[in-house]
C-alpha cells in the first residue's frame, strides 16, 4: 500500500472487475514469457512493465472506485472525508500512470512484431487485448477518477459550509 495515501484508503474496495482483467491479462503475458525466441523475450518486457503498472493502478487508482456506491446513492460518510485528500493524489498521480503507457505501447508493438513473424494469432490478439485495455484507461478509468476528485472535493465543500 502506498504509504502516501490515508489509512481509510485501503479500507476502500476495489471492484472486482477491474483486478480481475489485470490478473488475466499477467496470466497469459506469463504463458507467453515461456515461448522460445523472440516471441518470449518480448513478452517478459511487456510483463515487467505491465506487472509494474498494473500494480501501480491498483494501489493508487482503482481503490477510489470503492466509494461509487456510496456516491451513487447520495451516501456521504467517513470514508469520502478521507478521501478528498487522496482523490487530489490520485488526480495528479494519474498523468504519472498515463505517462507509463508510451513505453508499454513501444513493448506491445515488439511483440506484435514478433508475434506476426513467427504467425502466432494468440499473442497477436493478446496485444490488441492490452491495447483496449489502456484505451480503456485513456478514455473511461481516467477521466472517471478525475471526476470523483471533482465530486469529493465539492462534497468536503459543501460539508464545510
Known amino acids: 500500500m502506498n504509504s502516501k495515501l490515508p489509512a481509510a484508503y485501503e479500507t476502500m474496495q476495489i471492484p472486482e472487475a477491474l483486478t480481475l482483467e489485470h490478473e488475466e491479462l499477467l496470466a497469459e503475458l506469463n504463458r507467453a514469457a515461456t515461448i522460445p525466441g523472440a516471441v518470449g523475450i518480448a513478452a517478459r518486457r511487456v510483463v515487467r512493465l505491465c506487472f509494474t503498472h498494473f500494480a501501480k493502478e491498483e ?8 466509494l461509487l456506491h456510496d456516491m451513487a446513492s447520495d451516501r456521504v460518510h467517513e470514508d469520502i472525508a478521507n478521501a478528498n485528500p487522496t482523490a487530489a493524489q490520485i488526480g495528479s498521480g494519474r498523468h504519472a ?3 507509463a503507457h508510451p513505453s508499454i505501447d513501444a513493448a506491445l508493438s515488439k511483440l506484435l512484431r514478433e508475434a506476426r513473424r513467427a504467425k ?3 499473442i497477436a490478439e493478446l496485444v490488441r487485448r492490452i491495447k483496449d485495455h489502456e484505451r480503456n484507461e485513456d478514455e473511461t478509468i481516467y477521466p472517471l477518477v478525475l471526476q470523483i476528485e471533482r465530486t469529493v472535493r465539492a462534497g468536503m465543500e459543501i460539508k464545510a459550509t
Open 59 to 66: 494501489d493508487s487508482v482503482f481503490r477510489i472506485f470503492g
Open 97 to 99: 500512470m498515463r505517462h
Open 120 to 122: 502466432n494469432k494468440d
